[in-house]
T-cell receptor, first 113, second 111 residues
Framework: QQQVKQSPQSLIVQKGGISIINCAYE??????FPWYQQFPGKGPALLIA?????SEKKEGRFTISFNKSAKQFSLHIMDSQPGDSATYFC????????????FGTGTRLTVIP | KAGVTQTPRYLIKTRGQQVTLSCSPI?????VSWYQQTPGQGLQFLFE???????NKGNFPGRFSGRQFSNSRSEMNVSTLELGDSALYLC??????????FGNGTRLTVT
C-alpha cells in the first residue's frame, strides 16, 4: 500500500515554464514532508522540506505548498531550466527526525530548451 | 566535507549467495539508514542505526540485516539472495534524524 501518492509519473516542461508535482497522503500522523531530487547514477538529494504548521515554503525557484485539510502537498519549480531535468520524489515521515521516510513513486521531469 | 560513501558501486551475485554492502557516513553523523530502490516498488526503508543500535526497521524479511560500528560506519547484509533483491541500495546519514544525506548507492544484480 502506497502511503504517499505522487503524480504525474512524468512531466515535460518548456524552459522558463512552471513545473508542478503533486503528492497526497492519508496518514494524519505524518509531520515532516521533504522533497528529493535524483539525477541518474546519483543518490537522492534533499531539495526542500516543510512541516504541517506552515502552508508554504520557498527556497529560490522551488516552492512547497501544503494543504493540511486536503492532505496534499505540491512542489512548484519556477522558471524551469534544462538542468532541473531529474526525478523528483516527495516523502513523508511520522515523527520529525525519523529516518523512516515513506516515498512517493517519483516524477521524471524533462525541461526542454 | 566528504559525502556519504558506499562501496562497492556495483555487484553481481548468484541466487542463494549472500552479500555485504558498506557505507561510510558523513563525518560526525551518527545516524545511518538504508533504503532499497527498485523501478517497481520505488524507495523503501530497510532500517536505521544510531550509535550502534537499530532504532527503526522497515518491512523486509529477516534475510536483510545490518549493523553499525563505533565509528558510525555501517554494513548491510543480505543472505540467500533472490532475483527480486536486485536493486539499488542506498545509504543515508544524518546528524540526529532530519535531512538525510544519501550516498550514490550500490547497484546489486542477482542472476
Amino acid at each position: 500500500q502506497q502511503q504517499v501518492k505522487q503524480s504525474p509519473q512524468s512531466l515535460i516542461v518548456q524552459k522558463g515554464g512552471i513545473s508542478i508535482i503533486n503528492c497526497a497522503y492519508e496518514n494524519t500522523a505524518f509531520d515532516y514532508f521533504p522533497w528529493y531530487q535524483q539525477f541518474p547514477g546519483k543518490g537522492p538529494a534533499l531539495l526542500i522540506a516543510i512541516r504541517p504548521d506552515v502552508s508554504e515554503k520557498k527556497e529560490g525557484r522551488f516552492t512547497i505548498s501544503f494543504n493540511k485539510s486536503a492532505k496534499q502537498f505540491s512542489l512548484h519549480i519556477m522558471d524551469s531550466q534544462p538542468g532541473d531535468s531529474a526525478t523528483y520524489f516527495c516523502a513523508a515521515s511520522i515523527q520529525t527526525g525519523a529516518n523512516n521516510l515513506f516515498f512517493g513513486t517519483g516524477t521524471r521531469l524533462t525541461v526542454i530548451p | 566535507k566528504a559525502g556519504v560513501t558506499q562501496t562497492p558501486r556495483y555487484l553481481i551475485k548468484t541466487r542463494g549467495q549472500q552479500v555485504t554492502l558498506s557505507c561510510s557516513p558523513i563525518s560526525g553523523h551518527r545516524s545511518v539508514s538504508w533504503y532499497q530502490q527498485t523501478p517497481g516498488q520505488g524507495l523503501q526503508f530497510l532500517f536505521e542505526y544510531f550509535s550502534e543500535t537499530q532504532r527503526n526497521k522497515g518491512n523486509f524479511p529477516g534475510r536483510f540485516s545490518g549493523r553499525q560500528f563505533s565509528n558510525s560506519r555501517s554494513e548491510m547484509n543480505v543472505s540467500t539472495l533472490e532475483l527480486g533483491d536486485s536493486a539499488l541500495y542506498l545509504c543515508a546519514s544524518s546528524l540526529a534524524g532530519e535531512f538525510l544525506h544519501f550516498g550514490n548507492g550500490t547497484r546489486l544484480t542477482v542472476t
